[in-house]
């Protein structure tokens, strides 16, 4: 495998750079240096930034498009971008990484330009609409719907991707910048990837076969579970715990235990995580990030540093065992929630991921959503590896 330092950064075909400096031209000059000469044939560019650059987001998408020749750029902005090994967070910072694909093997879409059609072949006679990269504004009416109907569109029914997270422009790019809407690239069948998610939480377990404990909501109100199996909602999450309401520590709990909500049709055991937004120790009611209804099934979930670190392990292990040979390049998509707050330091959950898959050219931004197949998530990493 190729050492991404100096000038010589990237499997064939892609190659990555990263940069950082209080002025927009520095960050990016940084990021090309590194980066070295293009990749032969490079056709395609990814840029993700931090918002304190985000004002001049346009700019250094023209700057990346005259400096490397390559027109066809996607990304998004991020209070936070990753690399290599490393994460940028409120700080000045970004991140390009160039590829050489196949011509007509993938195009660009945007709020102006839609997918190809679906069931539509490239010239090589593949679907032209397989999986796409996604990056979508935050502010996007029926985002859940939107991802729907785009993934209703693709051979695979798989999209990738994150919601912008800013806290000055939510810029995403396809070959423009965009403020609104959802825009991104569609990959064909002619090109491979592997796609896996980490959620960083472990369902609370019971008995010798340690198999995750489901419950049925049994009497809600919006957001709010009352009781669940027939029994007010807290005694059983605190059961679950293994203590009573007036022996918990309800703040820990609320800092600690999320609400998993299994996806209807899934045969991996798929959940969403929510917030517990509030605990009611007089009424003994859950408050989550999510609308619940009489008769959904949900479980329990710790979250901590040592879940997400296992669980992170186990992602690699699974993506790396389907990969016939070393991957090109990839695209992460990380929660904001995840990170130094979640792994204890900067830039830990990044050195975990190039220890497990070496020097491989990387490029994505803490989201204010991750997106997987057609499913909004939170606290999740989302890995996308071109091999």
Same mark, same amino acid.
């Given at each position: 495998?190729?050492?991404?330092?100096?000038?010589?950064?990237?499997?064939?075909?892609?190659?990555?750079?990263? #940069?950082?400096?209080?002025?927009?031209?520095?960050?990016?000059?940084?990021?090309?240096?590194? %980066?070295?000469?293009?990749?032969?044939?490079?056709?395609?560019?990814? +840029?993700?930034?931090?918002?304190?650059?985000?004002?001049?987001?346009?700019?250094?998408?023209?700057?990346?498009?005259?400096?490397?020749?390559?027109?066809?750029?996607?990304?998004?902005?991020?209070?936070?971008?990753?690399?290599?090994? +490393?994460?940028?967070?409120?700080?000045?910072?970004?991140?390009?990484?160039?590829?050489?694909?196949?011509?007509?093997?993938?195009?660009?879409?945007?709020?102006?330009?839609?997918?190809?059609?679906?069931?539509?072949?490239?010239?090589?006679?593949?679907?032209?609409?397989?999986?796409?990269?996604?990056?979508?504004?935050?502010?996007?009416?029926?985002?859940?719907?939107?991802?729907?109907?785009? /993934?209703? #569109?693709?051979? /695979?029914?798989?999209?990738?991707?994150?919601?912008?997270?800013?806290?000055? *422009?939510?810029?995403?790019?396809?070959?423009?910048?965009?403020?609104?809407?959802?825009?991104?690239? +569609?990959?064909?069948?002619?090109?491979?990837?592997?796609?896996?998610?980490?959620?960083?939480?472990?369902?609370?377990?019971?008995?010798?076969?340690?198999?995750?404990?489901?419950?049925?909501?049994?009497?809600?109100?919006?957001?709010? =579970?009352?009781?669940?199996?027939?029994?007010?909602?807290?005694? +059983?999450?605190?059961?679950?715990?293994?203590?009573?309401?007036?022996?918990?520590?309800?703040?820990?709990?609320?800092?600690?235990?999320?609400?998993?909500?299994?996806? !209807? #049709?899934?045969?991996?055991?798929?959940?969403?995580? !929510?917030?517990?937004?509030?605990?009611?120790?007089? !009424?003994?009611?859950?408050?989550?990030?999510?609308?619940?209804?009489?008769?959904?099934? =949900?479980?329990?979930?710790?979250?901590?540093?040592?879940?997400?670190?296992?669980?992170?392990?186990? %992602?690699?292990?699974?993506?790396? /065992?389907?990969?016939?040979?070393?991957?090109?390049?990839?695209?992460?998509?990380?929660?904001?929630?995840?990170?130094?707050?979640?792994?204890?330091?900067?830039?830990?959950?990044?050195?975990?991921?190039?220890?497990?898959?070496?020097?491989?050219?990387?490029?994505?931004?803490?989201?204010?959503?991750?997106?997987?197949?057609? *499913?909004?998530?939170?606290?999740?990493?989302?890995?996308?590896?071109?091999?």
């Amino acid at each position: 495998m190729t050492a991404m330092s100096g000038d010589d950064t990237g499997l064939p075909g892609f190659r990555a750079g990263h #940069g950082r400096a209080e002025q927009w031209q520095d960050a990016v000059e940084a990021a090309l240096r590194q %980066m070295g000469d293009p990749p032969a044939g490079a056709n395609l560019g990814f +840029v993700y930034m931090t918002d304190w650059l985000a004002p001049a987001g346009r700019a250094i998408l023209t700057y990346l498009q005259q400096a490397t020749g390559v027109e066809d750029w996607v990304g998004s902005v991020g209070i936070g971008i990753l690399a290599a090994g +490393v994460e940028y967070f409120d700080e000045p910072a970004v991140v390009v990484m160039l590829a050489s694909l196949p011509e007509g093997e993938f195009q660009l879409f945007s709020p102006k330009n839609p997918l190809p059609v679906a069931g539509s072949l490239t010239p090589a006679g593949n679907d032209a609409a397989h999986l796409a990269l996604v990056h979508a504004d935050a502010h996007t009416d029926d985002l859940s719907g939107h991802l729907t109907t785009l /993934s209703a #569109g693709l051979s /695979s029914g798989y999209l990738v991707g994150g919601v912008t997270s800013s806290r000055t *422009r939510s810029l995403h790019f396809s070959r423009m910048g965009f403020e609104d809407g959802l825009s991104g690239v +569609v990959f064909s069948s002619g090109i491979t990837v592997a796609v896996r998610l980490t959620q960083g939480c472990s369902p609370l377990r019971h008995g010798p076969s340690q198999t995750p404990v489901r419950h049925r909501v049994t009497a809600a109100e919006g957001n709010v =579970i009352i009781s669940l199996d027939g029994r007010p909602a807290l005694d +059983v999450l605190c059961e679950d715990l293994g203590t009573t309401v007036e022996e918990a520590d309800l703040h820990e709990i609320a800092h600690s235990i999320h609400v998993g909500l299994p996806v !209807r #049709g899934s045969d991996t055991g798929d959940y969403l995580v !929510r917030n517990l937004l509030g605990l009611d120790a007089t !009424r003994k009611r859950l408050a989550i990030g999510d609308y619940v209804e009489t008769d959904q099934s =949900i479980l329990f979930c710790r979250r901590d540093v040592q879940t997400a670190h296992e669980d992170l392990l186990r %992602m690699l292990d699974h993506i790396q /065992s389907g990969l016939e040979g070393p991957p090109r390049g990839g695209l992460y998509f990380s929660c904001l929630g995840r990170g130094e707050r979640l792994f204890g330091r900067r830039s830990a959950e990044l050195s975990i991921i190039s220890e497990r898959l070496g020097d491989v050219p990387l490029a994505g931004f803490f989201c204010n959503g991750e997106i997987a197949h057609d *499913r909004l998530y939170g606290y999740t990493g989302v890995l996308l590896l071109f091999t």
